[in-house]
């Protein structure tokens, strides 16, 4: 296995990448997308959360990037803030909730260092949707839980977005 090369973080932020790639500490990552399963899941959270904008005061953003440390910028497949929305292109201050969408290919480690960035960015909300078994977990400080009820959720504010709407 070869080494990777590094590349300095101003070259990354000037170079467009199809689709978007993260960078961390040093390295280019391609992330796993592109499968139907993963963008209809994508698609139909956007859709219903970009129809309750106003309602619940938030803004919602598709493979946003976020910068979660000086070296690390990550991109959640679905990225949403409380309103008003940050004026930067890239965020750099912790979103409200940051969804990931499994693909095949994503690995337990690759999720897990993923969700720590985001915890110890401030991000107090993480979901994870797991298409191939039609479970999803929502993540805060407190740990890990199931959505066993069938509905992921938040508070402050309240979304609740039931999984029936995104499995259909």
Request: proline share 7%; aromatic share 10%.
């Given at each position: 296995?070869?080494?990777?090369?590094?590349?300095?973080?101003?070259?990354?932020?000037?170079?467009?990448?199809?689709?978007?790639?993260?960078?961390?500490?040093?390295?280019?990552?391609?992330?796993?997308?592109?499968?139907?399963?993963?963008?209809?899941?994508?698609?139909?959270?956007?859709?219903?959360?970009?129809?309750?904008?106003?309602?619940?005061?938030?803004?919602?953003?598709?493979?946003?990037?976020?910068?979660?440390?000086?070296?690390?910028?990550?991109?959640?497949?679905?990225t949403v803030v409380k309103a008003p929305?940050?004026?930067?292109?890239?965020?750099?201050?912790?979103?409200?909730?940051?969804?990931?969408?499994?693909?095949?290919?994503?690995?337990?480690?690759?999720?897990?260092?993923?969700?720590?960035?985001?915890?110890?960015?401030?991000?107090?909300?993480?979901?994870?949707?797991?298409?191939?078994?039609?479970?999803?977990?929502?993540?805060?400080?407190?740990?890990?839980?199931?959505?066993?009820?069938?509905?992921?959720?938040?508070?402050?504010?309240?979304?609740?977005?039931?999984?029936?709407?995104?499995?259909?």
């Open positions: 296995m070869g080494l990777a090369t590094l590349i300095p973080i101003e070259e990354y932020l000037d170079t467009s990448y199809s689709p978007d790639r993260e960078y961390i500490d040093g390295e280019v990552v391609e992330r796993n997308l592109g499968e139907k399963t993963h963008s209809k899941i994508q698609q139909r959270l956007l859709l219903y959360l970009g129809s309750r904008t106003k309602e619940l005061s938030i803004e919602v953003f598709p493979e946003q990037r976020v910068q979660v440390s000086p070296t690390r910028f990550r991109i959640p497949d679905v929305e940050p004026q930067e292109e890239i965020f750099t201050s912790p979103p409200f909730l940051c969804i990931e969408i499994l693909s095949k290919k994503d690995t337990m480690l690759y999720m897990q260092e993923k969700i720590d960035d985001y915890l110890s960015f401030g991000v107090p909300y993480i979901w994870i949707i797991n298409p191939k078994n039609r479970k999803a977990y929502v993540v805060t400080l407190e740990g890990m839980v199931e959505a066993k009820s069938g509905v992921l959720e938040t508070e402050n504010p309240k979304i609740a977005v039931p999984l029936s709407a995104l499995f259909e």
